[in-house]
């Protein structure tokens, strides 16, 4: 067997796993097969989308940590390790979801399953942990931190 000229699988003309042998024949061997490639693009968008909401997440976190720990510290009890985890749960936890996503849509590929739902259940999650990230990282202005304020740096 080689990667350039596969050799087909062995089995019965007809009968049982006569299917297989004919969807190699047929090309149904490759990880876009003509019958599946609605559910091969919108998986690819929806993963798309998941990049795309965790590169955003990265960017705001860091300019809400850099701007929310610009007057923070402990004289006004301010402690900026809420902020970092608000922003870390957010961008970390898109960011593995996203990868733990892309792995098993692959898998679903290969295995030739659909695998549009597994992005969509990924982008689902990767939304609810940014908005948990959220929610943390906006506890951190609560009034049981401190001040309860947060002041930002004003441009010139």
Known sequence: MTWSNPSPPSGPQSGPGSTERAEWVRGGTTLFPAGRIADRVSTVLLLAAGVLLTILTVVIGIIAVASATAGCDAATG???????????????????????????????????????????????????????????????????????????????
């Not at 985890?85 to 692959?106: E, H």
């Not at 906006?138 to 010139?156: D, H, I, K, S």
């Open 78 to 156: 301010c402690s900026p390790g809420r902020f970092l985890g608000g922003a870390a749960i957010a961008a970390g936890g898109s960011f593995v979801i996203g990868v733990a996503t892309v792995v098993l849509a692959i898998g679903a590929w290969v295995r030739r399953r659909s695998s549009w739902w597994i992005a969509a259940l990924g982008f689902v999650l990767a939304i609810v942990v940014v908005t948990w990230g959220g929610v943390v990282f906006a506890q951190a202005t609560g009034p049981t931190t401190g001040t309860g304020q947060v002041t930002a740096l004003q441009l010139p």
